[in-house]
């Protein structure tokens, strides 16, 4: 097996299209706009067995505090998956031939690394892809995280009874006003939202800037798509969702709304799910989260998916967390306000594909 | 929610048999069996709301390093999988009702861990019990890891189809010397070849006693069962397994082979394959390990199955911990140096 560089959208674009595990996020032009926005270089990965392309490996070089990382997805993109995408041939192999591929991606990318030499590598998976035993006996470390997902191939009445009573109360309540959905691809309305939220938390919304998510939704029209809900005419709340694959849809950013006092959002999730059961999506991902995000998502009875965050780092970059880790908490000493100390971006709902 | 002893063996029992999660690792006996012989004293916990028993949580409470360790299961018991069983009606509540009921047993727990203020706390959950969240968010370190498992329920062609060339190879090499299968309760000369199998690898078998696996097979002879093959009157591979479930059985302690020319240990798998098989077994898990073990069991081509182990140490129990780990590795690469 050989990695290399491969620096062909088309070929590239292909690949993803096939592949089990080829998200959105994987796309070239998708990668390149994170290139562009974050501080990132793009390193297309390809690993070969002989001429035939078995894997692709977006990483994301970059530079912090000195230190170097390697990172697929890098921080505040947005990007709750990504990682390696393998040919559909893998998936359909036998265990031994299957996990001999991976020994053997893993060794390859391993010996790329190398000569990197990064600080700091991190990489998150794709849902139900929790093979990683190759990279953690490489000394990798591992954390498994949860996506929550609605299984679409249900009828709309059984997904319906599945919700809890109180969410289907909430629905109904906002059903009484008479709530105008619409769909665009202009993110603008929701980022004002959006970012409101973070602000009264105190803290900055996990997002490189508007420009990035401005230039994704322009570059992918089809796929992501802006719902709002407004109630005699005000904007009540705002989702942007988008297409991971062909038969997964996600309920990606948003979840922010100015109606406290009514389920507006529970509302939008279902109105999001009805539209995409009917455009044909099998799976609804509503991503994880901390504690009070989840308590929200499992309302609307959905099956856990698992993926893993893989991650490994050198003792220089374990001691400028350390360092940071300090800085931060003396920073919220000095302050002594009666706000709480600031919460992760994960708590807020941004999906992992922070920094740890 | 209520968090009690539950020192009653037949409602135990009984929970075990009808819960999900329950293993023949769960039942009273078998717990009651690790307790006298490790150094362990069993604390049958058991979580109610109301009058209805809502979830068993069989913990051990010990010593090590002359620091408080609760386990579940403790080390060195050969008990792969423990931690919390629940009622089956856990399962069908919807997420929301099922999480809240995760969270409650959660909270319960850790009143009583705090209350007892332990060192060091493990636990490591049945297959395809996913959810540890609640546990994660009250700080405890989740490990995923994986096993593999057969499915029984194909048809003896595709099982036999499934595995690698390799394999099927050395399994039919076997049977040109027309070996003996035998099954018996006797584990004594299984120990005595999967001793001598880790003496070589310089490292001390991982279980507490021989007399605690005795008496675990004289305690449960229907469950537990070891194989052997014999070539020409002398042993050449050893096996015991275990039924786990009513449709789950267990590949379980020892598959050591003590010929180096024929592939015993994968004429084992297929033989127990094939009577768990006719036994009604809908799965027949084969455990996980290192690198090495799982290149050998993904011959078989089995299925992955996730679990966790989770653990939250205190720094007392750390930095000894941390001192003994760089102790054992140094040694062991003392040992390999010598060997080469």
Not at chain 1, 149 to 155: G, P, Q, W
Request: proline share 4%; charged share 25%; net charge positive.
């Amino acid at each position: 097996m050989a990695v290399e560089l491969l620096d062909d959208k088309k070929r590239w674009d292909q690949f993803v299209e096939t592949s089990p595990q080829g998200l959105l996020f994987h796309k070239w032009d998708f990668l390149k706009i994170v290139e562009r926005h974050s501080k990132y270089q793009f390193l297309p990965y390809g690993v070969y067995s002989g001429d035939e392309l078995r894997c692709i490996f977006p990483f994301f070089f970059g530079r912090k505090y000195g230190l170097t990382a390697l990172k697929s997805p890098p921080r505040n993109t947005q990007i709750w998956y990504l990682g390696p995408a393998f040919d559909p041939s893998v998936g359909a192999r036998r265990a031994s031939a299957r996990e001999k591929i991976y020994d053997q991606v893993t060794e390859e990318l391993c010996r790329e690394i190398d000569k990197i030499a990064p600080n700091f590598v991190h990489f998150s998976t794709v849902p139900n892809f929790i093979d990683v035993r190759s990279f953690i006996w490489k000394n990798f470390t591992e954390n498994s995280e949860f996506a929550y997902v609605i299984d679409l191939e249900r009828s709309l009445d059984e997904i319906w009874a599945s919700f809890t009573r109180r969410c289907r109360q909430k629905i109904k309540r906002v059903r009484a006003y008479s709530p105008e959905i619409q769909q665009t691809n202009d993110v603008s309305t929701l980022l004002d939202l959006w970012r409101g939220g973070f602000t009264e938390r105190g803290v900055q919304a996990p997002l490189i800037s508007d420009s990035y998510l401005k230039e994704l939704a322009a570059t992918f029209p089809q796929d992501i798509t802006v719902y709002t809900l407004s109630i005699d005419g005000r904007l009540a709340a705002a989702e942007a969702c988008c297409a991971l694959q062909k038969e997964r849809y996600c309920s990606w950013i948003g979840g922010a709304s100015t109606r406290k006092d009514l389920g507006v959002n529970e509302y939008l999730d279902w109105e999001v799910m009805k539209r995409a059961k009917s455009e044909g999506f099998k799976k609804l991902d509503l991503g994880g989260g901390a504690a009070n995000v989840s308590a929200y998502k499992a309302k609307f009875d959905p099956a856990l998916e698992l993926y893993c965050v893989v991650e490994k780092k050198d003792t220089l970059w374990k001691i400028g967390l350390r360092v940071r880790q300090l800085l931060r908490w003396r920073a919220n000493g000095a302050s002594s306000s009666s706000r709480a100390r600031p919460a992760s971006a994960e708590a807020a709902g941004a999906g992992a594909n922070g920094e740890t | 929610m209520a968090f009690e002893l539950l020192d009653d063996k037949k409602l135990w029992d009984q929970f075990v048999e009808t819960s999900p999660q329950g293993l023949l690792f769960h039942k009273w006996d078998f717990l009651k069996t690790v307790e006298r012989h490790s150094r362990h004293r069993f604390l049958p916990y058991c979580v109610y709301s109301g009058e209805e028993l809502r979830c068993i949580f069989p913990f051990f409470i010990g010593r090590r390093y002359g620091l408080t360790v609760l386990n579940s299961p403790p080390p060195n018991t050969q008990i792969p999988y423990l931690g919390p069983a629940f009622d089956p009606s856990v399962q069908i509540l919807k997420a929301s009702g099922r999480e809240k009921i995760f969270e409650q047993v959660t909270d319960e727990l850790c009143r009583e861990i705090d209350t007892i203020a332990p060192n060091y706390v493990s636990i490591a959950t049945v297959p395809n019990f996913l959810d540890v969240r609640s546990f994660i968010w009250k700080n405890f370190t989740a490990h995923l890891r994986l096993t593999y498992a057969i499915d029984l329920e194909k048809s003896l062609d595709e099982i036999w189809a499934s595995f690698s060339r390799n394999c099927r190879r050395g399994i039919k090499n076997v049977s040109a010397h027309s070996p003996e299968i035998q099954q018996t309760n006797d584990v004594s000369a299984l120990l005595e070849m999967w001793r001598g199998r880790f003496s070589e690898l310089g490292a001390q078998v991982p279980i507490i006693s021989d007399s605690y696996l005795k008496e675990l097979a004289a305690t449960f002879p229907q469950d537990v069962t070891v194989y052997s093959v014999t070539i020409d009157g002398r042993l050449a591979s050893a096996i015991a397994c275990c039924i786990l479930q009513k449709e789950r059985y267990h590949y379980w302690i020892g598959n050591v082979s003590a010929l180096e020319d024929l592939s015993t240990s994968h004429y084992l798998v297929w033989e127990v394959v094939r009577r768990a098989k006719s036994e009604g077994f809908k799965k027949l898990d084969l455990g996980a390990g290192a690198a090495n073990l799982s290149r050998y069991k993904a011959q078989f081509d089995p299925v992955l199955e996730p679990y966790w182990t989770l653990e939250k140490a205190d720094t007392l129990y750390k930095i000894p911990h941390f001192a003994y780990s760089k102790l054992v590795r140094s040694r062991l690469r003392v040992h390999h140096f010598l060997r080469r």
